[in-house]
């Protein structure tokens, strides 16, 4: 009986729900309402079965032995439990997926760093009425005319006019 | 002559920023002379000082015959006139025109800027907000393992109830089985009482039972005529 009441967390759906990326909500649903219906089914059945009335089926049945040989080997049965297989697969899964996320955290905390580098670099800059061409080309460096590839005006190809 | 090798624009002063382009252009009085001039003279000899300059400078000129009046002179005054009649009218809408062409080229830049700064912050927000998801996955990890818990336990507890109902269902068919046995003997023990009965009743026995069943019906009858 121990291994059987493996605790059923509580799940908080909603929150769960919340940190779901629109993408992935399809299969979100599909999940949810698998777990509906499993937890359903487990409702609907009763936690243990009735139990037999053994005195008044002895006070019944005529042959003799019988209700008892019955008795004596139902409560020998021992019904056996599942075995529970996926489990490991799970916790294997989720070790897995942790390792995915921590690199996935540094990839983005490196990209925000990018981002921060660059926002730092824009809010710095010297206000345009106190620009000089050459200032320009420094804080936008895509607006440099390139005078090696093209040296003849207007110095970047015609279609780009 | 420049010789080029001397270098130049390398002192710390040719690389600060540009001081800002001045509000204003500079003034000037009845449309040529800077007041510039005015102010300088206005120290030693007040606000009449640069007329009574101008004036007398003009009359001694004219008199000692230093300028000489001749065709020229007209044109000169018709020139002039003609451009001072020009800078006061038009010239401040020349100058806010002006103006309105560096605003668009720094509204232009400015917008761009701005939207990239926007961009980057909205792209930091949205990084932020994909790690902040990504830290729900436990989450999804306990459903499936919540779902397996609920398989196994269903499992386990159809196999309990299938037991009973089988244990059960065997037990009342025997019971069904005596019942159904003891209904078909009593039955059948029934009809064969009957049919014996039927069977020891003679011809002569019932001649005798007719007979008193007429003669109890006619003593009814009178009976029954005297009642009514």
Known sequence: ?161 | VLHVTRPLHTTQQSLAPLPPLPEKGGEVRHGLIPEEFFQFLYPKTGVTGPYMLGTGLLLYLLSKEIYVVNHESIAAICILSVIIYGVKRFGSDVAAFADKLNEEKVAKASAVKNKAIKDLETAIEMEKKEQWRVEGRGYLFDAKRNNVAMVLETNYRERLLMVYNEVKKRLDYQVAMQNLKRQKEQDHMIQWVEKNVIQSITPQQQKESIAKCILDLKALSKSAQAAV
């Open chain 1, 1 to 161: 009986m121990a291994g059987r009441r493996a605790a059923l967390k509580a799940i908080d759906w909603v929150a769960f729900a919340e940190r779901v990326p629109p993408n992935q909500r399809a299969m979100f649903n599909a999940l949810k309402t698998r777990s509906d219906a499993l937890s359903a089914r487990l409702a609907a059945l009763p936690e243990k079965p009735p139990t037999i009335d053994w005195a008044h089926y002895k006070a019944a049945v005529a042959k003799a032995g019988m209700v008892d040989e019955f008795q004596s080997k139902f409560s020998a049965l021992k019904v056996p439990e599942p075995k529970d297989t996926q489990t490991a697969k799970i916790d294997a899964q989720e070790a897995e997926a942790a390792k995915s996320t921590a690199e996935y955290v540094q990839a983005s905390k490196a990209r925000i760093a990018q981002y921060e580098q660059q926002l730092q670099k824009l809010k710095s800059m010297i206000p345009f009425e106190q620009m000089t061409l050459e200032d320009l080309h420094e804080a936008f460096p895509e607006t440099k005319l390139d005078k090696e590839k093209y040296p003849f005006w207007p110095h970047k190809p015609i279609a780009d006019l």
